[in-house]
Nanobody, 129 residues
Framework: QVQLVESGGGLVQAGGSLRLSCAASGRAFNNYVMGWFRQAPGKEREFVAGIKWSGRSTYYADAVKDRFTISTDNAKNTVYLQMNSLKPEDTAVYSC??????????????????????WGQGTQVTVSS
């Protein structure tokens, strides 16, 4: 059974940085697609960043491009989201998600929220102005 456990959220001032971690267990993840999503109060869940563990190709939502960086550590089975230049509008619950890439997807379509089978419990990020 795949388990995803996020950590690293918290309260930070605008302009600050946080690094979220997602510890994955229960499988060999070399052919999985990993994603970070967020949901603010009263809003739908939205894609933030994604990475294919095998190919390391990355994708970002326009709202976070050039500020956030997604990466993986194979030895630790961990996915990171480095968030810099945080803004109050980045405030949300951030969740890590995964699915097995059976069809070798490519491009932004790999990160549709409906494709993801496994989800972490989420971690709160609050950015004060």
């Amino acid at each position: 059974q795949v388990q995803l456990v996020e950590s690293g959220g918290g309260l930070v001032q605008a302009g600050g940085s946080l690094r979220l971690s997602c510890a994955a267990s229960g499988r060999a993840f070399n052919n999985y697609v990993m994603g970070w999503f967020r949901q603010a109060p009263g809003k739908e869940r939205e894609f933030v960043a994604g990475i294919k563990w095998s190919g390391r190709s990355t994708y970002y939502a326009d709202a976070v491009k050039d500020r956030f960086t997604i990466s993986t550590d194979n030895a630790k089975n961990t996915v990171y989201l480095q968030m810099n230049s945080l803004k109050p509008e980045d405030t949300a619950v951030y969740s890590c998600a995964a699915y097995r890439d059976y069809y070798f997807c490519s491009g932004y379509g790999c990160y549709d929220v409906g494709l993801f089978d496994y989800w972490g419990q989420g971690t709160q990020v609050t950015v004060s102005s």
